[in-house]
């Protein structure tokens, strides 16, 4: 298929990134949400993201036509009536998911491929409410795309391959680096390996073995990484962590749920307060200026 028109379903940190750096390579993206509150928080972080792009790749102009790409609506019907390619990004939480893509099976146009961008959620589990399972894959992008170029490709038993590999050719399209991953996994590769480093992280944080700024120290001084895992868990978002969190306990059926005490701090100490991470201004460090960015950070 000639991909022209795209939606990017979810508009929070990532799914305003996929959409983009999608437009950023010249498609025509519709941001979809479900109000417009919602949008209007997405301009704003859009038109953050031009600055970005402008910086980053030297090109203001491109950046700027970029977002002149850009369209939004609150209304699903009309956010996808004419798009060739819908990328979900919306929260990680299987009842929106599984509500959504019966509204979208019964909305989006004949020819329209839908790939979900969820991290750790597989595309069997969503496949029977898409109304086309053959034309459903998971397109999964690492936060802050522009740099973290990866797109991890993942079908389910029932894609159709030739589907599979037009977004294989979509992601290098809009300059992404495609990793084709061979069968379902849950976590994909990039999050296989992430989500139990940053579950680490936590335990030793609410089982008060040590501090967030000490674990991410001890991290960073022994590894040579520019950020450890609480700095991650800013950047990745905190409602994002709670997500994962509560899906776990939820699952858990165990007296000492681990998970569940996990996902009510999470809440009562970062969420209830408005602490969603780097995008809010504050959350396990305080932005734009964090103290594990200062250069005393790792000194004795």
Same mark, same amino acid.
């Given at each position: 298929?000639?991909?022209?028109?795209?939606?990017?379903? /979810?508009?929070?940190?990532?799914?305003?990134?996929?959409?983009?750096?999608?437009?950023?390579?010249?498609?025509?993206?519709?941001?979809?949400?479900?109000?417009?509150?919602?949008?209007?928080?997405? @301009?704003?972080?859009?038109?953050?993201?031009?600055?970005?792009?402008?910086?980053?790749?030297?090109?203001?102009? @491109?950046?700027?036509?970029?977002?002149?790409?850009?369209?939004?609506?609150?209304?699903?019907?009309?956010?996808?009536?004419?798009?060739?390619?819908? $990328?979900?990004?919306?929260?990680?939480?299987?009842?929106?998911?599984?509500?959504?893509? @019966?509204?979208?099976?019964?909305?989006?146009?004949?020819?329209?491929?839908?790939?979900?961008?969820?991290?750790?959620?597989?595309?069997?589990?969503?496949?029977?409410?898409?109304?086309?399972?053959?034309?459903?894959?998971?397109?999964?992008?690492?936060?802050?795309?522009?740099?973290?170029?990866?797109?991890? $490709?993942?079908?389910?038993?029932?894609?159709?391959?030739? $589907?599979?590999?037009?977004?294989?050719?979509?992601?290098?399209?809009?300059?992404?680096?495609?990793?084709?991953?061979?069968?379902?996994?849950? /976590?994909?590769?990039?999050?296989?390996?992430?989500?139990?480093?940053?579950?680490?992280?936590?335990?030793?944080?609410?089982?008060?073995?040590?501090?967030?700024?000490?674990?991410?120290?001890?991290?960073?001084?022994?590894?040579?990484?520019?950020?450890?895992?609480?700095?991650?868990?800013?950047?990745?978002? $905190?409602?994002?962590?709670?997500?994962?969190?509560?899906?776990?306990?939820?699952?858990?059926?165990?007296?000492?749920?681990?998970?569940?005490?996990?996902?009510?701090?999470?809440?009562?100490?970062?969420?209830?307060?408005?602490?969603?991470?780097?995008?809010?201004?504050?959350?396990?460090?305080?932005?734009?200026?964090?103290?594990?960015?200062?250069?005393?950070?790792?000194?004795?």
């Amino acid at each position: 298929m000639d991909f022209k028109q795209v939606t990017v379903a /979810g508009s929070g940190v990532l799914g305003s990134q996929i959409a983009f750096q999608t437009a950023f390579h010249e498609y025509q993206v519709s941001v979809y949400d479900i109000n417009d509150q919602a949008l209007e928080k997405a @301009k704003e972080r859009l038109a953050g993201l031009q600055k970005v792009y402008a910086d980053y790749f030297k090109d203001e102009a @491109k950046a700027k036509a970029a977002f002149q790409r850009l369209t939004f609506s609150s209304n699903l019907g009309e956010a996808v009536k004419d798009a060739d390619l819908i $990328i979900e990004a919306i929260p990680e939480v299987v009842d929106i998911k599984t509500s959504f893509y @019966k509204q979208l099976a019964l909305l989006a146009p004949e020819k329209t491929i839908f790939v979900t961008n969820s991290s750790t959620m597989v595309p069997s589990q969503f496949a029977e409410f898409t109304g086309r399972p053959e034309k459903f894959l998971a397109l999964h992008f690492a936060n802050e795309v522009w740099k973290n170029n990866t797109a991890e $490709i993942m079908g389910h038993p029932g894609t159709d391959r030739n $589907i599979e590999q037009e977004i294989i050719d979509f992601a290098a399209s809009i300059g992404m680096v495609p990793l084709h991953i061979k069968k379902e996994q849950p /976590g994909y590769i990039l999050n296989s390996l992430l989500v139990p480093f940053l579950d680490a992280a936590e335990m030793l944080w609410i089982n008060d073995i040590a501090d967030p700024e000490t674990i991410d120290k001890t991290w960073m001084i022994a590894t040579g990484a520019p950020m450890g895992p609480f700095a991650i868990l800013d950047v990745v978002g $905190i409602q994002t962590a709670y997500n994962i969190a509560l899906g776990k306990a939820q699952a858990d059926a165990s007296p000492d749920n681990k998970f569940r005490k996990m996902a009510d701090i999470l809440k009562a100490e970062f969420l209830d307060k408005g602490k969603t991470g780097q995008g809010s201004g504050e959350g396990f460090y305080k932005y734009p200026n964090p103290a594990y960015a200062d250069a005393n950070f790792l000194k004795a």
